[in-house]
């Protein structure tokens, strides 16, 4: 079940599994960090704390799970049996919507994206203000991709 974050990006940020956004890259990640294939991407980065934290799981004890080698659907069982913080199905909508249209809230974050955007040759761009629409448009042009 690795996958060569040398050679493509994690799926998405938006791509759900069982209701939540961040869930299938995150698990793309950890897999990769596994592999020794990992690239430029980090497991246990911010982002995935975020998920980490809203279910309670711990992110070595989610490693060690999918080093056995299991698919999306297994992983999921695994974490709905040991999340700390049950959330129903309401619950995961809403903070899945509110991932996904959070914004930098910080001017250092601002002033980051901003940055890497123009860099990429995308300063024209004014249709990326979300950290998923920034996470889209950086695995876009990171594998060669045009802004």
């Known amino acids: 079940m690795s996958i060569d974050l040398t050679q493509r990006p994690p799926r998405s940020p938006r791509v759900r599994l069982g209701g939540y956004v961040i869930l299938p890259r995150l698990l793309d990640k950890c897999r990769a960090e596994i592999a020794g294939k990992n690239g430029e991407y980090h497991y246990n980065c911010p982002m995935d704390q975020r998920f980490l934290s809203f279910t309670g799981i ?11 080698g299991l698919g999306d ?5 695994w974490i709905e049996k040991t999340a700390l913080h049950k959330r129903s199905d309401y619950e995961i909508a809403h903070w899945s919507e509110y991932r996904e249209n959070a914004v930098p809230s910080d001017n ?3 002033e980051y994206i901003s940055a890497q955007i123009a860099k990429a040759g995308g300063a024209a761009r004014e249709d990326i203000g979300t950290w998923f629409d920034f996470l889209d448009f950086d695995d876009y042009v990171s594998f060669g991709g045009k802004a």
């Open 58 to 68: 711990d992110p070595e004890a989610l490693k060690a799970e999918a080093a056995k």
């Open 73 to 77: 659907a297994d992983m999921f069982s």
């Open 108 to 110: 250092e974050s601002r």
